[in-house]
């Protein structure tokens, strides 16, 4: 069983920041497309964000193009979501996914393995 392992979530104000991480598998972080998705209470998991193996490339979701940053550390086997300027309708449970397909895709079943989720809490 692959366990990709997300933190960093919490209880922020609106305006503030967060940082989440996630640590996979050497095995299965190797040249994997990683990617962020959220679920909001009574919502459909949604995209947030996805970053090539190598990356070079990444993709956002228009809700948080600007405010969100993906980025990887390949020695460390981890993947990050820097969030800046949250709103609390950033409020959800946080999910990192894997796959290693052959690009990056906002689409949740290209993406093989998942985490368990991390809860953020954005206050008003």
């Known amino acids: 069983q692959v366990q990709l392992v997300e933190s960093g979530g919490g209880l922020v104000q609106a305006g503030g920041s967060l940082r989440l991480s996630c640590v996979a598998p050497?095995?299965?972080?190797?040249?994997?497309?990683m990617a962020w998705f959220r679920r909001a209470p009574g919502k459909e998991r949604e995209f947030v964000a996805a970053i090539g193996w190598y990356g070079g490339r990444t993709a956002y979701a228009d809700s948080v193009k600007g405010r969100h940053t993906i980025s990887r550390d390949n020695a460390k086997n981890t993947v990050y979501l820097q969030m800046n300027s949250l709103k609390p309708e950033d409020t959800a449970i946080y999910y990192c996914?894997?796959?290693?397909?052959?690009?990056?895709?906002?689409?949740?079943?290209?993406?093989?393995?998942w985490g368990q989720g991390t809860q953020v809490t954005v206050s008003s």
């Open positions: 996914a894997a796959d290693h397909s052959s690009a990056i895709s906002p689409l949740a079943f290209s993406y093989r393995y």
């Open positions: 050497e095995q299965t972080f190797s040249s994997a497309n």
